[in-house]
């Protein structure tokens, strides 16, 4: 699979302590897109889900993380290599919830109208998208759009929709909207969260 980065730990994208994931890769470029750099397909790491569950586990254990969030970019186009990735991590730590965020419509991922970067067809496509699915305790649906800004937890534009898709969380466990900012030791600076006040230069 392709990643941009990893947050080992947020309060930021989701109920509690989560690590975040953004895939590397986007061919909905919504404009002024808060993640633009996610967006070419020439970038980022190529890593393995075993790996990956091992910096999860990892994070885990010095944070004591609630669950994993899954942004991007856009994740549904590596979705083979999600489903992998959360049945390794439901397997290692089945306490973990799992989040997503995505460009496309709850409907259009229905319907299998969404692209991979493996060979698919909409069959296939609408039988993953059943499995993710499965895995999932929230989704973040739709594409941004910068001419409805919102303030409602979790969404950066009216038209998106935020959708509990197992009985793990109330609406009201997500917070408000918020900026983070973390300095690692290594001096790389992530920021993350919701740009209430427009997009950072």
């Known amino acids: 699979m392709l990643l941009h980065a990893l947050m080992e730990c947020s309060l930021a994208n989701g109920p509690g302590r989560r690590t975040v994931v953004w895939f590397q890769g986007c061919s909905l470029h919504c404009p002024s897109c808060w993640n633009i750099a996610t967006h070419s397909r020439d970038s980022g790491t190529r890593t393995i889900s075993a790996?990956?569950?091992s910096r999860v586990l990892e994070a885990r254990s010095r944070y004591g993380i609630d669950g994993i969030t899954l942004s991007g970019?856009?994740?549904v186009h590596q979705i083979d290599s999600v489903i992998k990735l959360l049945v390794l991590l439901r397997r290692e730590a089945p306490d973990l919830s799992a989040g997503l965020f995505t460009g496309y419509t709850e409907r259009e991922l229905d319907h299998g109208q969404f692209e991979t970067y493996t060979e698919s067809n909409e069959i296939s496509r609408k039988t993953s998208w059943r499995n993710l699915h499965q895995l999932l305790d929230f989704a973040v649906f739709g594409r941004f759009n910068q001419h409805q800004p919102s303030s409602?937890?979790?969404?950066?534009?009216r038209n998106q929709q935020l959708r509990l898709l197992s009985d793990r969380?109330?609406?009201h466990d997500f917070g408000e909207q918020t900026v983070e900012v973390t300095i690692g030791s290594d001096g790389l600076t992530q920021i993350t969260g919701f740009p209430t006040l427009g997009v950072l230069n």
């Open 152 to 157: 409602e937890a979790m969404i950066g534009s």
């Open 169 to 171: 969380y109330a609406f």
């Open 51 to 53: 790996e990956l569950v």
């Open 73 to 75: 970019g856009e994740p």
